[in-house]
């Protein structure tokens, strides 16, 4: 089945940078844009970006533009995120999801487990 | 950028319609998807395109899209409904995703 499997909770200092994986599999991998989505305790889904696994192509919401960096090694099927100078505020739960496209219509299935990422001096 | 609105919280008793309404410009004109998420869980889509469900979706979920409002319903709530919803929509003009501020739906 399709799945999509990230790696574990990661503790930063502030200032420092972490790198997010995410294990795709149950389908071709090249096929199918992946994108990043955090939530911050308590709060909403916030997206973040995507990632062309063909071309490498990325594009990146505003808000992390300058500070986020998206990968992927088509060899072992992964993609990765990069978040840059870190701060209390990027403390969250990190998604990975696979974008399903129809005509106009682009959603998010399935969803990988979550990855939490703590910056705490 | 597009901005999609949901109310906070909407409460509801076992048996009873969970409406969640997600309001944006003109949202008649986009695809509008809804995730379901479970606390402590990965978002999960229950609805996509407005109106389809996924395999293994009960039938008891619905949804519809009209002028600036989408609509989430939920007939015959369950305890197991009990979960926070989002809307989210693809903003064709950046390529851009956004989601709603989410709804956290309470059984009583």
């Known amino acids: 089945q399709v799945q999509l499997v990230q790696s574990g909770a990661e503790v930063k200092k502030p200032g420092a940078s972490v790198r997010v994986s995410c294990k795709a599999s149950g389908y071709t991998f090249n096929e199918f844009y992946l994108n990043w989505v955090r939530q911050a305790p308590g709060q909403g889904l916030e997206w973040m970006g995507w990632i062309n696994p063909n071309s490498g192509g990325t594009d990146f919401s505003p808000k992390f533009q300058g500070r986020v960096t998206m990968t992927r090694d088509t060899s072992i099927t992964t993609a990765y995120l990069e978040l840059h100078r870190l701060t209390s505020d990027d403390t969250a739960v990190y998604y990975c999801?696979?974008?399903?496209?129809?005509?106009?219509?682009?959603?998010?299935?399935?969803w990988g487990q979550g990855t939490l990422v703590t910056v705490s001096s | 950028s597009y901005v999609l609105t949901q109310p906070p919280s909407v409460s509801v008793a076992p048996g009873q319609t969970a409406t969640v309404p997600c309001g944006g410009n003109?949202?008649?004109?986009?695809?509008v998807h809804w995730y379901r998420q479970m606390p402590g869980q990965a978002p999960v889509l229950v609805l996509y395109d407005n109106s389809d469900r996924p395999s293994g979706i009960p039938e008891r979920i619905s949804g519809a899209t009209s002028g600036n409002t989408a609509t989430l319903t939920i007939t015959r709530v369950e305890a197991g409904d009990e979960a926070d919803y989002y809307c989210q929509v693809w903003d064709s003009s950046t390529d851009h995703y956004v989601f709603g501020t989410g709804t956290k739906v309470t059984v009583l």
């Open positions: 999801a696979r974008t399903w496209q129809l005509a106009a219509a682009r959603w998010f299935d399935p």
């Open positions: 003109n949202i008649v004109s986009k695809s």
